[in-house]
């Protein structure tokens, strides 16, 4: 049971939300993190805006990046809610379970230029007081522009908020 209970479904702003959420979704529910978010309306459409822009929308990082930078942030900073999430949402865009494996382990299956991607992601999860331009040649080395590393790193600090809201607020898995 999470810690904080969910917001009033009755009130005008929270319905409103799950109802663009719903809609953009199609999963048929809303999920959990949101859902702990709601007791404050602002707070949630606020993540829920953020989720449209960092992870939704059309951009040139391939959304399968994109959740996998999700999957790896979120394994490297112990969050079960976030890395489960967006492992089914992997699984669901045709992740095997050895690929998801090898994408918490050594990513192993990716191409180089995943790979600069997703360690570039874990060292500035682990560490971006220690980013160098060195680090930002080696993705503009593998063909990322200064727009997608803003994406990259966009990813990384998102989900640094999301899984502080899903473990520090006890969110727990869909059933």
């Known amino acids: 049971m999470p810690f904080v209970k969910e917001g009033d479904k009755t009130n005008p702003q929270i319905e409103s939300l799950y109802k663009e959420i719903n809609d953009e979704l199609q999963i048929g529910k809303i999920p959990n993190i949101l859902k702990t978010t709601s007791i404050d309306p602002q707070i949630a459409k606020w993540f829920w805006d953020g989720v449209k822009i960092i992870l939704l929308r059309e951009s040139t ?27 089914m949402l992997l699984q669901l ?53 200064d727009k997608q ?22 969110t727990e898995m869909e059933s």
């Open 93 to 145: 865009m045709g992740f095997t379970d050895e690929q998801i494996t090898d994408l918490k382990n050594n990513f192993k299956s990716f191409s180089d230029k995943e790979k600069a991607a997703l360690n570039y992601a874990l060292k500035i999860n682990d560490s971006a007081n220690k980013t160098t331009s060195d680090d930002h040649k080696i993705l503009k080395d593998f063909g990322y522009d």
């Open 149 to 170: 590393i803003v994406e990259i790193t966009s990813v990384v600090a998102a989900f640094n908020w999301a899984n502080i809201i899903a473990d520090a607020l006890g």
């Open 61 to 87: 990082i391939p959304r399968i990046l994109k959740e996998s930078i999700a999957v790896i942030v979120s394994n490297a900073n112990s969050c079960k809610y976030c890395t489960q999430a967006h492992g």
